[in-house]
């Protein structure tokens, strides 16, 4: 790829079910089996309770609201999304869980007007309405010509990397693995038994042995020319520390030959880590989904949402820079954050990320100031 950068676009969770699938053009069953709420249009009303009424339907680019001008301004030249819902109409609830994502898969139009390159599916809700939903899912996702990782038909298809072209010749290779830590329920790995088992890239554990494994895998795929992205669905729902075995984990990632760990599944951003000159997110927080109106760990403001910009040298990998606009959820649409919430943001990520400064830019980007490049202890090293 020769001594150019190649721009990846990256974000947390994108959950086009439940509530939100309720507002686009095509809704799908609103029935639910939670504890507290049973509908669905639920999730509507109590997001209407706060921020005012939310039309619907909407036009397919609602959810996105302001991340599409984003994207639109940035070109980046990869988009990666943890697509975390299942894109199905079948109703085979799995059991023993206490939420489950669908979105109806003639709404996909909410998803591909963003136009990812690849969506992960490595993460505790694509299997929420049994195999069968997981293989519509599959089917719905490669019918609009999406690319996918962390889930398959079998090993194989599971653990297989997204393969995107970038400009140059070289490729940026996307691996996605869900760890139990985020909830994955074991028995949902994909399986060789009986000619083979659909199911998510499943990693039991955070410890040396599977990231040795995950970097052998990464050897055997990787080309002159190529970038690894690993994008891991990892640890708990809140929470601004980073647990020991997950930084050894990215770190040894990293020693191996990965130039991005790409990590999500806590509802709001986690540590910046620079080991190395290689960037390693320890949690890129919720993007889209129909959290608004839920009470309770107010203090992290699960309202405010990232969109990660992330410039690497191409021919190494390096981190040459890293641009986080700032976003706020409001009536299931993305908008601008204000001044306070993006201030708010940088102080945050400022101190939970320690070696790592992060400052504003004249344009309301946050930035990671570029002597942070080198690598310096992370909390919980």
Excluded at 52 to 65: E, M
Excluded at 237 to 243: D, H, I, M
Excluded at 288 to 316: C, K, P, Q
Aim: aromatic fraction near 6%.
């Amino acid at each position: 790829m020769g001594g150019g950068t190649v721009t990846l676009f990256l974000c947390g969770d994108v959950m086009l079910g439940r509530g939100v699938d309720q507002i686009l053009a095509r809704p799908g069953s609103p029935r639910l089996r939670e504890d507290w709420v049973t509908d669905a249009r639920e999730y509507v009303r109590l997001a209407e309770s706060v921020n005012g009424p939310v039309p619907a339907p909407v036009a397919a680019s609602w959810p996105w609201g302001e991340a599409l001008r984003v994207l639109e301004e940035t070109g980046p030249d990869v988009r990666v999304v943890n697509l975390e819902t299942s894109v199905t109409r079948c109703d085979a609830f799995a059991p023993g869980k206490a939420i489950h994502y669908r979105m109806h898969p003639a709404n996909l139009p909410a998803l591909t007007v963003a136009r990812p390159d690849v969506c992960v599916l490595a993460n505790n809700h694509v299997l929420d309405f049994g195999r069968p939903g997981l293989l519509e899912t599959l089917d719905s996702l490669a019918g609009a010509g999406l690319r996918t990782a962390g889930a398959g038909r079998g090993p194989d298809e599971a653990y297989a990397p997204a393969a995107v072209a970038v400009p140059g010749g070289g490729r940026v290779l996307v691996f996605a693995l869900g760890a139990r830590s985020s909830g994955i329920p074991p028995d949902w790995a994909a399986s060789a038994t009986a000619g083979g088992v659909a199911g998510v890239a499943y990693l039991p554990e955070l410890s040396a042995a599977t990231a040795a494994a995950v970097v052998r895998h990464v050897r055997r795929a990787k080309r002159a020319g190529d970038l690894a992205v690993v994008s891991v669905h990892w640890g708990s729902n809140w929470g601004y520390r980073a647990p020991r075995d997950q930084i050894r984990f990215a770190r040894a990632l990293v020693d191996g030959g990965v130039d991005l760990v790409h990590g999500h599944s806590s509802h709001h951003p986690r540590p910046v880590e620079v080991y190395r000159d290689h960037l390693v997110l320890h949690g890129c927080g919720d993007f889209i989904d129909d959290y608004e109106g839920i009470s309770g760990y107010a203090e992290y403001r699960d309202d405010l949402r990232i969109a990660w910009l992330v410039r690497l040298a191409a021919d190494t990998g390096r981190l040459v820079g890293l641009s986080m606009v700032p976003l706020w959820a409001r009536r299931m649409r993305l908008e601008p954050a204000s001044d306070a919430d993006r201030a708010w943001l940088r102080t945050t990520l400022d101190r939970i990320s320690p070696g790592v400064r992060v400052t504003e830019a004249p344009d309301g980007t946050l930035t990671v100031a570029r002597p942070a490049f080198a690598h310096r202890p992370t909390a919980g090293s």
